[in-house]
């Protein structure tokens, strides 16, 4: 009789209020940058799903928004893909930052948990790289563990990659037994152009994050490949083709709209710089990279415009 262990393949779901790690903690996963990260609450809009492979399981991640009060329909629409996933997948890691009290929000969190009948919940204590491992860290895992009841409670920093592989382990151990959904290699399953939409959005905020953080939506109008002698600026270096990128910034006002673009045009210029090298890294190919602004009245309350733009 064989006594190797079982191949384990199955979903784990991130949740936690806006701004609280989920997404650095699935890149950091990963291994790789798959959903994009802001100081900036809200930043995630949909739900982002990360492969992890490994010799005896799979592991596949899903990032999603914020839960939080909606004050728009877009908030709305955000909670009600977070509460839409609880149903989908095997178990849930709830993200509770080690610097930050438990609070009504996290109260909230769990509640729906319950309502959503979630079986196997993991309690991630994210961004334990900010607080005092001696005294802190110790109390905060005894107040995260009498708060609810957890399968597991894994301390953890995605940015200085402290218990990740702690973390993998756990996730891994409370998967049920199956075989692979996705090739080897694969480490998303999110279309490119969407991936390129958000790298653009990850660019405006850094740049725009305490004027307008809400305000930014991004589409990708057009992607292909071409020739570099096609191009006047192939916006890239590197033989074989250029990939060609039409993107749409949508605002909400005319003064959204000044504030993107910057004095002639040279806030919109470094955005683009940044956001093509950002594209090129994930494609591994130069970008030709075509940015344009344009208003879309009030679209975070209008249910048409929201669902041009995907939500």
């Not at 292909?224 to 074989?240: H, M």
Request: proline fraction near 6%.
């Amino acid at each position: 009789m064989s006594g190797e262990a079982a191949y384990r393949a199955g979903f784990a779901c991130f949740v936690g209020r806006p701004n609280v790690g989920k997404s650095t903690l699935t890149n950091a996963l990963v291994g790789q940058k798959i959903a994009i990260t802001s100081t900036r609450p809200q930043t995630t809009r949909h739900t982002v799903r990360g492969i992890v492979h490994r010799p005896d399981a799979q592991l596949v991640l899903v990032d999603t928004p914020g839960v939080h009060r909606p004050r728009t329909l877009l908030g709305e629409r955000l909670n009600d893909v977070v509460l839409g996933t609880l149903a989908e997948v095997d178990l849930v890691g709830l993200c509770l930052p080690a610097n930050e009290p438990i609070g009504p929000g996290d109260r909230y969190i769990v509640e729906r948990l319950a309502e959503a009948k979630v079986e196997t919940v993991v309690a991630v204590v994210t961004k334990t790289d900010l607080v005092d491992h001696r005294r802190q860290l110790p109390e905060k895992l005894v107040e995260v563990d009498a708060f609810a009841d957890f399968a597991a409670v894994v301390p953890v920093s995605a940015t200085a990659m402290e218990q990740v592989d702690v973390l993998t382990d756990v996730l891994v151990g409370l998967l049920p037994e199956g075989r692979p959904m996705y090739p080897e290699g694969e480490l998303t399953d999110e279309p490119e152009q969407v991936l390129v939409a958000e790298l653009v959005r990850e660019a405006v905020l850094e740049d725009v994050r305490d004027e307008l953080p809400h305000s930014i939506a991004v589409t990708v109008e057009e992607m292909s490949r071409r020739n570099e002698k096609d191009l006047v600026d192939g916006g890239g270096s590197g033989g074989g083709g250029v990939v060609v990128v039409y993107a749409v910034v949508y605002v909400e006002r005319p003064s959204q709209k000044a504030i993107v673009i910057g004095r002639k045009g040279s806030r919109l210029r470094e955005v683009g710089s940044r956001a093509r090298r950002q594209i090129e890294a994930m494609l591994g190919s130069p970008v030709y990279l075509d940015l344009h602004v344009k208003v879309l009245k009030d679209w975070q309350r209008d249910p048409r415009q929201l669902h041009r733009l995907g939500f």
